[in-house]
């Protein structure tokens, strides 16, 4: 079935120890995202690709970098994790942009779960 | 920016309750999305609407546009509907705005 992976489903990193999360995709979709997720809150835009275009969202801290090598896959890096840096990372795509007649759905993949200690 | 507001917050139903969720918006869209999330666990997209009516299974989601409000419906509950629904909503950006979730607990 077409899906989005995200690998590993837990990872434990030592404060300030480099990190990489990592989602794939079977589906081809244009546009991937990554959301940070803390406990009770709603999910929270890091940034999205669209295509290779990358879009920063504003107060996302410069900690967190990412990188798509191609259609099917995209990482999430963080150069130095603190203590508020755990969280659940959830990976998304979505086929095309949202917007006007065309709208498109999301798929979500089931999330890596960060603790950092 | 788009306020989404979901209530209840939490819900205890007994098994075969029908539920409902509801959700409003304050800025006209082109989509909402209804989400599901298990304890620690990833995001299931259950519905995308964009006007009426969906049905999937015993879920059924409805929007109405005029008034920016949609609800969530489970009908014949089951404990493994417990999860957080999440409505969230996407209008003319990438970016989905989200509503902060109604905890749903199904007893037996």
Known sequence: ?117 | KNEVEQSPQNLTAQEGEFITINCSYSVGISALHWLQQHPGGGIVSLFMLSSGKKKHGRLIATINIQEKHSSLHITASHPRDSAVYICAVGGGSEKLVFGKGTKLTVNP
């Open chain 1, 1 to 117: 079935d077409a899906m989005v992976i995200q690998n590993p489903r837990y990872q434990v990193t030592q404060f300030g120890k480099p990190v990489t999360l990592s989602c794939s995709q079977t589906l081809n979709h244009n546009v991937m995202y990554w959301y940070q997720q803390k406990s009770s809150q709603a999910p929270k835009l890091l940034f999205h690709y669209y295509d290779k275009d990358f879009n920063n969202e504003a107060d996302t801290p410069d900690n967190f970098q990412s990188r798509r090598p191609n259609t099917s896959f995209c990482f999430l890096d963080i150069r130095s994790p603190g203590l508020g840096d755990a969280a659940m990372y959830l990976c998304a795509t979505s086929r095309d942009r949202v917007g006007g007649a065309r709208n498109y759905g999301y798929t979500f993949g089931s999330g890596t779960r960060l603790t950092v200690v």
